[in-house]
């Protein structure tokens, strides 16, 4: 079972859309969460952390953690052509401090 | 100012070479990483460093040396470079051992 499951995509929304981005992860104990954009031939950049259970929002973005189901999800409101790139999902393991898991990332295209 | 700066941004050798990557941050973090990114995007973890002591080596071949002179500078040497190596290096940092990581530009390496 691989650490970090993400929905492999291509995931294509309209431009104004909702983009909803899933992930699972295996080990129940992991403590932080993120998301990272990746446009290609450029390096991660953060756009969400989140550590609880729960909803969080910044700007058009949430993410949303639910521990029980071992489930983080990223919402991206009004969806802009420029939102397209890949999302990548990260997980620290609560055994293994010191290491970011990194799902396979789901390539978003938003068309005007 | 950029905040996790690598060099060089792309390198190209032939195959039983020895090459170096440099990384330096000036965020202030007390952890680094090196992540290798592969032809099909995945990100894996190599090294991690935290307060100058290596704290994560993830099954990385001993060719792959790492070597952390102070909190700031963490720098990758490669023995005898293979084909296999072709790939993007990025180094990242973060403040602590569960927190978000910031990328560098990443590292090109072909390998011919």
């Known amino acids: 079972q691989k650490e970090v499951e993400q929905n492999s995509g291509p995931l294509s929304v309209p431009e104004g859309a909702i983009a909803s981005l899933n992930c699972t992860y295996s080990?129940?104990?992991?403590?932080?969460f993120f998301w990272y954009r990746q446009y290609s031939g450029k390096s991660p950049e953060l756009i969400m952390s989140?550590?609880?259970?729960g909803d969080k929002e910044d700007g058009r973005f949430t993410a949303q953690l639910n521990k029980a189901s071992q489930y983080v999800s990223l919402l991206i409101r009004d969806s802009q052509p420029s939102d397209s790139a890949t999302y990548l999902c990260?997980?620290?393991?609560?055994?293994?401090?010191?290491?970011?898991?990194f799902g396979r990332g789901t390539q978003l295209t938003v068309w005007p | 100012d950029t905040a996790v700066s690598q060099t060089p941004k792309y390198l190209v050798t032939q195959m039983g070479n020895d090459k170096s990557i440099k990384c330096e941050q000036n965020?202030?973090?007390?952890?680094m990483y090196w992540y290798k990114q592969d032809s099909k995007k995945f990100l894996k973890i190599m090294f991690s460093?935290?307060?100058?002591?290596?704290?994560i080596n993830e099954t990385v071949p001993n060719r792959f040396s790492p070597k952390s002179p102070d909190k700031a500078h963490l720098n990758l040497h490669i023995n005898s470079l293979e084909l296999g190596d072709s790939a993007v290096y990025f180094c990242?940092?973060?403040?602590?051992?569960?927190?978000?990581?910031?990328f560098g530009q990443g590292t090109r390496l072909t390998v011919v």
């Open positions: 990242a940092s973060s403040q602590g051992l569960n927190a978000e990581a910031f």
């Open positions: 080990d129940r104990g992991s403590q932080s």
């Open positions: 989140i550590y609880s259970n």
């Open positions: 990260a997980v620290v393991r609560g055994s293994t401090l010191g290491r970011l898991y």
């Open positions: 965020l202030g973090h007390d952890t």
């Open positions: 460093y935290n307060n100058k002591e290596l704290i």
